[in-house]
C-alpha cells in the first residue's frame, strides 16, 4: 500500500517505533528519521532457553507476550515522546519463529490501529544489514553485506535499500548455529558463540588445524556442518579415559573452529568484493560482534584501500533499534502494509521491493 508521507507535526520526519520478536530477544526502540535513534530496549530469553541448550519456540512466545507492551511503554517515556507522538510502527514479519513474530505483529499492526498511523513489516535480515547506518559515520551504497547470525550466512550485494543480489549462502548450518554447536560440545551455556569467543582467547594458536570448508573451490556458498563434524571428532580424540577434555585443549580447540570459521569467511568476502568490483564491506548479525572476526577482515580491507562496517555490539544481536530504522526508511518512501497481521518464517530477501 502507499501512501502520502506525512508526520503528526505536518514536517516530513518521522517518529517510528520498532519491534524486533522474531527469536528469543524482546527488542524495542524509537528512530526519529532527523534526530536518530531516541531510545532503545532489550529483553534478552536467554536464561529461560539455557537450560535446554536452544531456543523452545513456545517459551520463546510466551515471553515476547509478558516482555512486548511494558519494553513499549518502557522505550517511548526513555524517549522523550507520548505514544501519540508515533508516526509509524514497524515489527519484524519474518524469517523467524512463527509464534514469537506473531506476536510482534499482532502488537505493532493493532497499536498502529488505534494511533492510526501506518505500520510496515520489516525483513529481520534487511535489519540486521541496515544496522551499521545507525553508527555516526555509515558506509554509502554500494557495498557488499556479510550477514551472520544464528540462523543466516549470506553475502549480498547491496546497491540500495530493497537493491539486493544475493551472491551465496551457507548450505546447511549458518555460522552462528556452527558456534552454538561447538559450544555445546565443548559444554559451554547457550548460546555458544559469544562463550566459544572467549575461551578463544586462552587458546594456543596452530596447535590445530581445521579445516576451510569450500574454499579451494570456486563460488561464494558455505558449508560449515563438515568443520562441525572435525571439532566433534577432535573433541572425542583428546577426551581421556575418564571423559575429561583438558581446559587448555579445550581452549585450543575454540581458537582453531573460531580461526576456521573467520578465514573461511573472510576468503569468501574478498572473492566476492573481487567478483562486484566493489570496495565496501559490511558486516551484520550476531556473528559480527566476533572481535577476532572484525580484526581480520579490518587488516584485509585495509591491505585492499576497502573500508569496513559494523554496528556496535548491541545492535549486531537482535534488536528493535535495527526494524524501527529499516521501518522509517520503507515508510519514509510511502510503503506500508494493510490492515492484516502476517508473519512469514521463510522470506527471502532478494523478493523486498526496492526503494528508489
Ligand atoms: O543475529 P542474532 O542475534 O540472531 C539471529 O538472527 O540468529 O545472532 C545470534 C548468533 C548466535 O548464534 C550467537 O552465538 C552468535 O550470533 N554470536 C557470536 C558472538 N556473539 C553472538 N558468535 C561468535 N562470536 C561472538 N562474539
Ligand atoms: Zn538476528
Known amino acids: 500500500m502507499m501512501h502520502a508521507v506525512f508526520s503528526k507535526n505536518g514536517s516530513k520526519s518521522l517518529i517510528v517505533l520498532g519491534i524486533e520478536t522474531s527469536c528469543d530477544e524482546t527488542g524495542v526502540a524509537v528512530y526519529d528519521s ?122 549480498v550485494q547491496v546497491d540500495g535499500i530493497g537493491h539486493y543480489a544475493l551472491l551465496g549462502e551457507s548450505l546447511d548450518d549458518a555460522a552462528g548455529e556452527a558456534f552454538d554447536k561447538v559450544g555445546k560440545m565443548l559444554g559451554l551455556p547457550y548460546p555458544g558463540g559469544p562463550h566459544v569467543a572467549k575461551l578463544a582467547l586462552s587458546g594456543v594458536s596452530g596447535r590445530y588445524k581445521f579445516p576451510r570448508p569450500m574454499t579451494n573451490r570456486p563460488g561464494l556458498d558455505f558449508s560449515f556442518s563438515g568443520l562441525k563434524t572435525f571439532v566433534r571428532n577432535t573433541i572425542a580424540e583428546e577426551t581421556d579415559a575418564a571423559g575429561e577434555l583438558a581446559p587448555q585443549t579445550r581452549a585450543d580447540i575454540a581458537k582453531a573452529f573460531e580461526e576456521a570459521v573467520v578465514a573461511t569467511l573472510a576468503i569468501k568476502c574478498r572473492r566476492a568484493l573481487e567478483h ?81
Open 34 to 155: 532527523e534526530r536518530g535513534l531516541l531510545a532503545d530496549c532489550l529483553y534478552s530469553q536467554v536464561k529461560t532457553h539455557a537450560r535446554y541448550g536452544g531456543v523452545i519456540p513456545e517459551l520463546a512466545s510466551r515471553d515476547h507476550v509478558r516482555k512486548t507492551l511494558p519494553l513499549i511503554r518502557e522505550v517511548v517515556e526513555d524517549a522523550g515522546i507520548e505514544l501519540a507522538d508515533l508516526d509509524g510502527v514497524a515489527y519484524t514479519a519474518g524469517p523467524g519463529l512463527i509464534g514469537a513474530l506473531l506476536v510482534g505483529a499482532s502488537i505493532g499492526r493493532s497499536l498502529a490501529m488505534g494511533l492510526d498511523v501506518p505500520a510496515i513489516g520489516v525483513h529481520h535480515m534487511e535489519g540486521h544489514l541496515l544496522a551499521p547506518m545507525l553508527e555516526e559515520s555509515p558506509p554509502e551504497f554500494p557495498f557488499v553485506a556479510l550477514l551472520v547470525s544464528g540462523g543466516h550466512t549470506q553475502l
Open 276 to 356: 562486484t568490483g566493489l570496495k565496501t564491506l559490511i558486516i551484520a548479525g550476531g556473528v559480527s560482534a566476533n572481535l577476532h572476526l572484525r580484526e581480520v577482515l579490518e587488516s584485509n580491507m585495509a591491505k585492499v584501500d576497502g573500508r569496513l562496517y559494523y554496528a556496535k555490539p548491541r545492535f549486531c544481536t537482535d534488536n528493535g533499534a535495527m526494524i524501527a530504522y529499516a521501518g522509517c526508511q520503507r515508510l519514509l518512501a510511502g510503503q506500508s502494509n494493510d490492515l492484516a497481521i502476517e508473519a512469514f518464517p521463510r522470506w527471502s530477501l532478494e523478493s523486498l521491493p526496492a526503494l528508489g
